[in-house]
């Protein structure tokens, strides 16, 4: 199980809105098959590794080890519970329940009614852990949502006049790369995109560049900035108009619960997960609302003395990663 976990990561950045799988196929103690979902609307993990077995005469004596409830419906694949049932699989071993109404033990239930034996629940924390923001969409009925910032030794993320370069390392900037790759969307609020003036892409990376997504509630900030320039599909969030241009749509959303509306609007998008990399404002009102999933915060040997205060989250525990002369904390919600 822990092979199909690892397997199932290979498809980070590539299978939303779909779950991340891996699947396994073991006869006599000996794998003879295995595969992932490796993009979206392509074979599910289960076909990959079914059809990675070179003597299909095996599967019947075999035990399936998928990281993911079997689907059991037709979407863009036909129904994965059904081809271990064609296949006369003899046993299937999963490790997280799908929580999706669509499959909802549905899976479980068809492979059962072909007399398979199931057994489920084999590192179920690490699997749901692995989709969590999977699980976060269809349980929350919103984006994951993790939020980023980089806080000099001091303790400020941005200088008074808004400036924030460069507070992290070059490796550092460069994991923010990364990240963005893994992740459906990128969020910035208004001040980030006027003072900052980013492009949110994966430059220093490899892989696709997210949404780009940015408020501006009275359409203030200036036509010719990077985030306006058309090379990559962004949503500017108002509460002004609605139009849609090439790459370029302007979503308007009422100013009661304003938050809460960008991301009901995002899910109705199925966007899974959104990065949030604004300033001290945008943070702090998501991280006041509850509305966070995630923190991945560089603490970083620079002082600025005064400026713009990073958001607190001091009596939290986290996870920490030394990069370079920087620190990386990871705070869970």
């Excluded at 910035?188 to 994966?202: E, I, M």
């Excluded at 108009?241 to 979503?251: A, Y």
């Amino acid at each position: 199980m822990q092979r199909a976990l690892d397997l199932a990561e290979l498809g980070r950045g590539h299978v939303s809105p779909n779950p991340m799988v891996g699947c396994v196929i073991v006869h006599n103690n000996t794998i003879i098959g295995e595969g992932y979902h490796q993009k979206y609307g392509g074979p599910h993990a289960e076909v990959n590794a079914i059809n990675s077995v070179t003597n299909p005469d095996l599967l019947p004596e075999s035990t399936c080890y998928v990281t993911l409830e079997p689907c059991a419906h037709f979407g863009r694949t036909p129904p994965c519970a059904d081809l271990l049932v064609t296949k006369k699989i003899k046993k299937v071993v999963i490790a997280s329940m799908d929580t999706n109404p669509l499959v909802g033990g549905k899976g479980v239930q068809k492979l059962k009614g072909a007399g398979i034996e199931v057994s489920i629940g084999v590192l179920e924390s690490a699997a749901r852990n692995l989709n969590r923001r999977f699980f976060t969409m269809i349980e929350k009925k919103r984006p994951y949502i993790l939020l980023k910032w980089a806080q000099t030794a001091d303790g400020f993320m941005a200088r008074n006049n808004f400036d924030s370069k460069w507070i992290s390392s070059e490796q550092s900037r460069m994991m923010v790369h990364q990240w963005r790759a893994e992740e459906d969307a990128i969020l910035v609020g208004t001040n980030t995109a006027q003072y900052d003036n980013p492009r949110l892409d994966v430059r220093d990376w490899h892989g696709e560049s997210p949404l780009r997504l940015v408020i501006d509630r009275h359409l203030r900030l200036p036509t010719d900035l990077n985030l306006f320039d058309g090379s990559l599909p962004t949503i500017v969030y108002n509460t002004v108009k609605t139009e849609e241009k090439e790459h370029l749509n302007f979503v308007e959303i009422g100013e009661k619960d304003f938050l809460q509306n960008i991301l009901a609007d995002l899910y109705e998008r199925k966007v899974q997960s959104v990065l949030v990399e604004g300033g001290s404002f945008l943070l702090n009102s998501l991280m006041a609302l509850g509305l966070w999933d995630e923190a991945r915060v560089f603490e970083c040997p620079v002082l600025f003395n005064e400026g713009i205060m990073a958001p607190s989250l001091k009596d939290a525990s986290a996870e920490t990663i030394q990069l370079q002369t920087d620190v990386l904390k990871i705070y869970r919600h």
